[in-house]
């Protein structure tokens, strides 16, 4: 399959991107890693009149310390991410949850950025971004601004960026200490989009639970946060009983569709199940990591 045809441009720095995404008023995409506009644009679901090259933009790829936290360039790659020791080191579940994105070749390619901007429901890094409460920091030419993760995914492939604006980095604000994780993801085969996932971190403190957040994927809505769930466990200590309502308050936070992928039982039944074994997971490395 062939794309429309397009003009192209290729942006040096920021600033020079967010003008020309200003100046086609809307008929502009930026190109990153091209791993989800090159196929939408083969297959005619987009038509922009212009294609703006972000790739030779430099410093836009970095992963910084920041306040015990984490900043990561808009055009670092999932390969990146995936392979990097600070990332590992503060945020292992991102580390986890990377290996179930695509394949490598397409890992190889795809950025962060991108994926956060295109927001797949299916996509590991929007759960991720949910999960770990990022700030994503955008440029625009009324001097930039930032989002929390909660208010920039609004729907499937649809976020609060305007036409003229584009992500720079994320900022992953530093766990407390006695945090474990839990990642948890079925796909029909290794390396495809999700059926379903669930991703979660557990603060144990004194044999009870300081605090929780769990993600799931599991609808064509995107990654959602399961308020109840982590409601079921907060405060708590571990115990099967708490576990099975969190699982079973999780799978009520995903509202799915039957498709020819699998039924909406079916995608309900995998997140009670891989929520429950990945809370069980975080539980146990949070209780590890105290010892
Ligand atoms: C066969 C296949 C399987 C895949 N499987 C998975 C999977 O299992 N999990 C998964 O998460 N992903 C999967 N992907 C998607 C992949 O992760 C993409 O790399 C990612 O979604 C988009 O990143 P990109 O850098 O390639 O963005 P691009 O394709 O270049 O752009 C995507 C969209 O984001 C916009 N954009 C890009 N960068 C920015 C920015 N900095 N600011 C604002 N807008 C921007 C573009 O204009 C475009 O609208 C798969 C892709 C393929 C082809």
Redesign the pocket.
């Known amino acids: 399959m062939k794309p429309p045809p397009f003009a192209y441009a290729a942006a040096r720095s920021v600033e020079e991107a967010v003008a020309a995404l200003a100046t086609a008023g809307g008929e502009a ?12 644009l083969n297959f005619r679901l ?1 038509r ?1 009149a212009v ?2 090259d ?1 790739n030779r933009i430099p410093n ?1 790829d970095h992963i910084r310390e920041e306040a015990g936290g984490l900043v990561i360039g ?2 670092t ?2 390969r990146q991410i995936e392979t990097s020791a600070r990332i590992a080191k503060h945020f292992p579940v991102l580390t986890a949850a990377m290996g ?4 490598l070749a ?2 190889n ?10 927001a ?1 429901p ?5 759960l991720m971004a949910q999960l770990l409460e990022a700030e994503i920091r ?1 440029a625009n030419g009324r001097g930039g601004r930032s989002v929390a993760a909660r208010d920039f995914f609004r729907a499937a492939l649809t976020t609060a ?1 305007a036409d003229d ?4 980095e994320v900022v992953l604000p530093a766990l407390p200490p006695g945090t474990g994780w839990g990642f948890e993801e079925m ?1 029909e085969r290794r ?4 059926l379903a996932a669930a991703a979660v971190t557990v603060t144990v403190e004194d044999g009870f639970c300081r605090a929780c957040r769990i993600a799931v994927i599991g609808d064509g809505n995107g990654a959602t946060r399961a308020r109840d769930a982590e409601s079921a466990i907060a405060g708590g200590p571990k115990d099967a009983a708490r576990i099975a309502a969190a699982a079973e308050a999780a799978a009520g936070a995903v509202m799915p569709s039957s498709d020819l992928h699998a039924s909406a039982e079916f995608r309900r039944h995998l997140i009670r199940s891989l929520t429950a074994r990945a809370l069980d997971a975080a539980w146990r490395r949070a209780e590890e990591a105290r010892t």
């Open positions: 995409k930026l190109l990153a890693g091209g791993q989800s506009l090159v196929p939408m987009l922009p294609l703006i972000i836009l808009a055009l790659r999932h179930h994105v695509a394949h397409i890992r390619r795809g950025t962060l950025g991108g994926s956060l901007s295109h797949d299916a996509a590991e890094l929007p955008i960026l604006e584009m992500v720079t796909a390396g495809d989009f999700a």
